[in-house]
């Protein structure tokens, strides 16, 4: 199969080219325009007890006042506010107040209550119009709050910033779009300069990077027609995801396609049929890879997570088209570009290395499979244990921005001069849900009961009543912020002491940021428990499908299991350990499974791939094992390390999410290529011998037609 579309691309390549830029071209004009989302709560289901907190909110409290900005108010010198720094306060808000700014319903002036009992800190609160929340000119209203009200202050002695959901929704915008070209300058460079060393030419080295724009463009514009289709929603985090996934998985196919392209070429074959010979070698490996990849990312559909279920079809979709892509614009510009441009200004391209490494490596693995597959399944073993040691946080805010941001700062500010959790409290809601009165003589009771709740700082001793007197809002503050660990852990027991506390015939819901926190962390368990088994399976029956064995696969998935338990344990060492953050981002073990478990397995199917292909030569388990390693270890190794410095740039970003994404990937990418792929699953596969090709014929010669003439020169060297 693959070998005649190696053929027909080659005889239609200048067509092939032509239709790729007329799809791009048009996908992307056509493609309608999407907007992120950064408000937790949209991501999860209608059922979770957070969310009906909300409805329940709007339907019976719509005009109920909830800050959007909050306004801090301190003194430049760091002293106490003086009466005169309140006339001042005054002031900007009543400047503020008076410009109308677009969007902003009311800025409630500072009062004794919203003054830090030390009376270092004011606040003043800011509605803005939330039905607005996922446009820009919700951002722009925090814009404007921050830049007017900074002139307005000017003269004074006051420090003025603005924070809250808004002003984090502007910072979260201006950084996201940091992140995504800092990712892509660094991907770019890397990608360029390693594949130019190691063909040593300048045009190669460029090839990639033009060719991944293509599908980049492609794939932007299928993304925005389905996730318009289906309205799904857009994760902040999916772009910079996304360029990473097209350019690293692109590259790594363009490699798998140069690697056999130069030895066909080397073998003796002319630039055509080195093309064509290319595709039929590598493009089930590819086709394979890019499966496993497509399916992990796929399953995302049936988390409870919005978030992965709007990211889940964007990246499927991405690795699709870097696919086909791959398999048909690759080879047609390889077969118009004649080799020697290709690799200018190289001159030795067509020279066989002496004494290479991977012959060195080749050799140990065939000779002592048994060491092998003990030292680096240990090292797997070890740094798995490390994982349990793993501690999930929430706190998206501080993790996905710079702490020198803005709303940041504000945030950390109003922890110190106020109650963590008084800039964000929880609602708890006491409803009759039919529409019949409820007993307010119940309600003092009922509310000192929440009281009483471990990590509650206070019920606000008047409670909200509905119009129609069937619901009340208790307004509770929590001792520590609403992301953090300890705020999730009292509303599973404010949830606990609600329910139970509720009078006969009236049902409590809690709502409130900390509690769509406990809801994202009951979904994400539901998750585990669904998404990794199901898209474990579905790799599985990619992998026995390409290999025709039902051993093999399972021995792989294995060493992709290990490899992810050993990134997680690693991570968890940098940062926890090492270094000082109090958890690591809850999402963070679902990325770590899908890219490790997805683009780890390309690389296991490469080598796994090459091993079949040496056992069906009519070579030995131990032969197959060492040629395997001596031919397509350079290209497994140059693959890792550029995907693995691809995903490393994240760290350039200068949050804590990316920083932990980043070094996860990176070090789940090496695990993968330069432990399992390199070493244990070679080194497995010679234990077993003939089993792992059971009950397939991997093991038998193959004398095929696809088979004659093809076969590559003994050596295949360094890079």
Do not use: C
């Not at 607005?132 to 307005?152: F, I, N, P, V, W």
């Not at 696919?323 to 441009?341: D, E, G, W």
């Amino acid at each position: 199969m693959f070998h005649r579309l190696g053929h027909f691309v080659v005889k239609r390549a200048w067509w092939v080219i032509i239709a790729w830029v007329i799809a791009s071209i048009g996908l992307a004009a056509f493609a309608p325009k999407m907007s992120a989302s950064t408000d937790e709560s949209e991501f999860l289901p209608k059922h979770y007890e957070s969310i009906r907190a909300s409805v329940l909110q709007e339907e019976k409290f719509p005009a109920e006042f909830s800050p959007a900005a909050i306004l801090l108010f301190e003194r430049t010198d760091g002293g106490a506010l003086t009466d005169t720094d309140k006339a001042d306060m005054a002031k900007v808000v009543k400047g503020l107040t008076d410009e109308h700014i677009p969007l902003v319903e009311q800025v409630i002036p500072p009062s004794p209550q919203s003054t830090s009992k030390d009376g270092h800190y004011a606040m003043s609160m800011v509605s803005i119009d939330k039905t607005k929340m996922q446009t820009d000119e919700y951002s722009d209203a925090a814009k404007k709050l921050r830049d007017d009200g900074k002139k307005l202050a000017e003269g004074t002695a006051l420090k003025y910033q603005v924070g809250g959901q808004a002003a984090m929704a502007l910072d979260q915008k201006e950084s996201s779009s940091a992140t995504d070209a800092i990712t892509m300058v660094a991907t770019v460079v890397l990608i360029v300069v390693i594949v130019g060393v190691i063909f040593r030419g300048i045009l190669v080295g460029w090839l990639p990077v033009l060719l991944s724009l293509f599908p980049m463009i492609a794939a932007s514009g299928l993304i925005a027609f389905v996730t318009k289709l289906f309205d799904l929603k857009s994760s902040p985090i999916a772009s910079a995801i996304q360029i990473v996934v097209i350019l690293g998985v692109g590259t790594d196919y363009f490699l798998f396609l140069m690697f056999r392209y130069r030895e066909r070429l080397r073998a003796g074959d002319d630039r055509k049929s080195a093309v064509a010979n290319g595709v039929g070698r590598v493009g089930e490996a590819i086709a394979s890879a890019a499966g496993a990849v497509t399916v992990a990312f796929a399953v995302l559909l049936l988390s409870e997570l919005g978030m992965f279920t709007a990211l889940g079809p964007a990246l499927a979709i991405s690795v699709i088209v870097t696919a086909l892509a791959s398999l048909t614009l690759t080879p047609a510009l390889l077969a118009v570009i004649p080799a020697k441009a290709t690799f200018w200004p190289g001159r030795k391209w067509m020279e066989e290395p002496k004494g290479a490494r991977f012959h060195k490596l080749g050799n140990t693995v065939g000779r002592r499979p048994g060491l092998i597959a003990v030292v680096s399944g240990g090292l797997l073993v070890i740094l798995s244990l490390a994982g349990l040691g793993y501690q999930g946080t929430f706190d998206m805010a501080k993790s996905m921005m710079p702490k020198d941001k803005e709303s940041m700062v504000v945030m950390d500010s109003l922890s110190k001069g106020f109650s963590a959790g008084a800039a964000d409290p929880t609602h708890v809601f006491l409803t009759t849900g039919g529409g019949g009165k409820l007993d307010t003589g119940a309600l003092d009771g009922f509310g000192a009961k929440l009281g009483q709740v471990p990590g509650v700082a206070g019920v606000a001793p008047e409670q909200k009543i509905s119009q129609d007197g069937s619901t009340a809002d208790f307004t509770v503050t929590l001792k520590d912020a609403a992301a953090s660990n300890a705020a999730i852990d009292a509303v599973t027991d404010l949830r606990s002491t609600a329910h139970s506390a509720a009078p006969g015939g009236t049902e409590a819901v809690v709502g409130g940021t900390s509690s769509v926190y406990k809801d994202i962390n009951l979904a994400m368990t539901h998750d585990y428990k669904l998404v990794f088994p199901v898209a474990g399976l579905l790799i599985l029956l990619i992998l026995g499908l390409q290999l025709r064995s039902v051993v093999a696969p399972w021995y792989l998935m294995a060493s992709v299991g290990l490899g992810f338990a050993a990134t997680l344990g690693a991570t968890t060492v940098a940062f926890l350990k090492i270094g000082t953050e109090p958890g690591l981002m809850f999402m963070l073990p679902i990325f770590i499974y899908l890219f490790v478990v997805a683009i780890g397995t390309d690389y296991n199917i490469l080598i796994i791939a090459r091993l079949r292909e040496e056992a069906r030569e009519g070579r030995s388990p131990r032969e197959a094992a060492r040629e395997a390693v001596r031919h397509a270890g350079p290209t497994v190794a140059a693959a890792g390390f550029i995907l693995a410095a691809s995903f490393a740039t994240f760290m350039l970003a200068g949050n804590v999410l990316f920083a932990e994404l980043g070094f996860a990937l990176a070090i789940g990418i090496v695990l993968a290529a330069f432990v399992m792929a390199m070493f244990f699953t070679p080194a497995i596969t010679a234990l077993l011998g003939k089993k792992a090709w059971w009950p397939g014929h991997g093991a038998m010669p193959d004398h095929g037609p696809e088979a004659v003439g093809e076969r590559e020169p003994e050596p295949a060297g360094r890079f």
